[in-house]
């Protein structure tokens, strides 16, 4: 079956340091993935994509990579700010052109 | 600010009632998604409508059914409200069409509680 999921719940790290978010997905299908972050009470907020064609994609201060391979997805963010605590979503399509799959979330606090 | 209003905000029901939640995507934006978010949990997928007509449905009973309106607003209803029902439900839109997967902009929620 399709599942998406994050080796750890929570990632607690220094303001000033580099992020890494990983996520593993089950379903080879997938061609499209994305990831949000959510903030308490607020409903999740598109931070960059990527599809199935490529293997890394920059944003400002967010780099996505994909390893197909292995089925792995991560997020990496540069000098990780007090505003970018939050939780964080990895999701893929499984191939449709319709649904998003999600995870449960990773848990980023930063520490000033 | 992804320019997608969801009402009420808030919204306080008991069990066995019905409920509407409304969505007002983004104008342009051909299709909607409504999903339920459990405390704790990431996002399951309701429904879609891509041109006021269901595109696909995750594994939700047909109690949870679902309007979209020519003017970008959609309407998600629930009958029978369960306590199981509890959640943020959140609507997201994209610009639509078939082929591919959009990028889905997602609405504040609407925090549903059963009682």
């Known amino acids: 079956g399709e599942s998406v999921g994050l080796h750890l719940p929570t990632l607690s790290v220094q303001e000033g340091d580099n992020s890494i978010i990983n996520c593993a997905y089950s379903?080879?299908?997938?061609?499209?993935f994305i990831w949000y972050k959510q903030e308490s009470g607020k409903g999740p907020q598109f931070i960059i994509d990527i599809r199935s064609n490529m293997d890394k994609r920059q944003g400002q201060r967010v780099t996505v990579l994909l390893n197909k391979t292995v089925k792995h997805l991560s997020l990496q963010i540069a000098a990780t700010q007090p505003g970018d605590s939050a939780v964080y979503f990895c999701?893929?399509?499984?191939?449709?052109?319709?649904?998003?799959?999600f995870g449960k979330g990773t848990l980023l606090t930063v520490n000033p | 600010e992804t320019g997608v209003t969801q009402s009420p905000t808030h919204l306080i029901k008991t069990r066995g009632q019905q409920v509407t939640l409304r969505c007002s995507s983004q104008?342009?934006?051909?299709?909607v998604s409504w999903y339920q978010q459990a405390l704790g949990q990431g996002p399951q997928f309701i429904f879609q409508y891509y041109r006021e007509e269901e595109n696909g449905r995750g594994n939700f009973p047909p109690r949870f059914s679902g309007l979209q309106f020519p003017n970008y607003s959609s309407e998600l209803n629930v009958n029978a409200l369960e306590l199981d029902d509890s959640a943020l439900y959140l609507c997201?839109?994209?610009?639509?069409?078939?082929?591919?997967?959009?990028?889905?902009?997602f609405g504040p929620g609407t925090r549903l509680t059963v009682l």
């Open positions: 999701a893929e399509n499984g191939g449709s052109n319709y649904k998003l799959t």
């Open positions: 104008s342009g934006h051909n299709t």
């Open positions: 379903n080879s299908a997938s061609d499209y």
């Open positions: 997201a839109s994209s610009p639509g069409g078939s082929g591919s997967t959009d990028t889905q902009y």
